[in-house]
């Protein structure tokens, strides 16, 4: 199966986004939603079907790998045909990347319990969340993350600011480099952020590639080229 290039699951053609919600079917659970998206040709899939199978294949490799590096979880998962070029999936996959290199790498964490917690938190940040809220879930994602390992909830002091600066740092990093969304640019930035952030706050050094290398540009159709940091020509 060829991997999607972010357009429309169902007929393939571009995107499109709305200024207020609208009512939508999904094209595969066939339930009415309220929605920003459709492809050119009204079609719309909800975020729980986009990223269904995707979830099942994020799970299995966490669980399995012996990998104490994030980025190269994520580009081994970014291969599977249900891993689309962008998604909400991809709100839970830095999350578990980051869960299980940090596991990988003695962090002391019960990795089944932990990311079955980043899967209940992580897919309830919608699609789209980077443009209209201002929240890229790949930040988002990190700052669960800590949440998870340090065992943040509202009530708590350090941990709670630590959560919380995570996403800070994550978006700031992602925010420089400015738009359109790019679900894979936006992954790597979160993960390199975090391994440095968990580093300092809990002294458990994670693995990177001496350059993180995307080869997913041909399927972007806003790549933003030379200008990206992961471009192969950057």
């Given amino acids: 199966m060829a991997r999607n290039t972010g357009a429309c699951l169902v007929c393939g053609e571009p995107l499109i986004y709305f200024e207020t919600e609208r009512e939508m079917e999904c094209s595969v659970c066939h339930h009415k939603f309220m929605s920003k998206a459709s492809c050119v040709h009204n079609h719309y899939v909800c975020d729980s079907c986009h990223s269904k199978k995707g979830l099942e ?22 291969e599977y045909p249900y891993i689309y070029m962008h998604g909400p999936e991809h709100h839970v996959m830095v999350g578990a990347a980051l869960l299980a ?19 209940a938190r992580g897919r309830r940040v919608p699609g789209g969340a980077c443009g209209f809220w201002g929240s890229c879930g790949a930040a988002v994602s990190t700052g669960m993350f800590v949440s998870i390992i ?34 894979k ?50």
């Avoid at 340090?150 to 420089?176: F, H, V």
């Fill in 57 to 78: 294949e994020i799970m299995q490799v966490c669980l399995q790998t012996d990998s104490r590096n994030p980025i190269e979880i994520m580009q081994e998962l970014m």
């Fill in 150 to 183: 340090t065992g943040s909830t509202p009530l708590s002091g350090e941990s709670w600011g630590q959560s919380n600066c995570m996403t800070a740092a994550a978006l700031n990093r992602i925010g420089r480099l400015g738009g359109p969304r790019c679900c």
């Fill in 101 to 119: 290199a940090y596991h990988n790498s003695g962090g002391d964490i019960n990795l089944e319990k932990a990311l079955n917690e980043m899967f």
């Fill in 185 to 234: 640019r936006n992954s790597f930035s979160a993960v390199l952020e975090a391994v440095s952030f968990v580093k300092n706050i809990t002294g458990v050094e994670m693995e990177l590639p001496e350059k993180v290398v995307c080869t997913f540009s041909p399927e972007n159709r806003q790549c933003l080229g030379k200008n990206c940091p992961y471009h192969k020509n950057a």
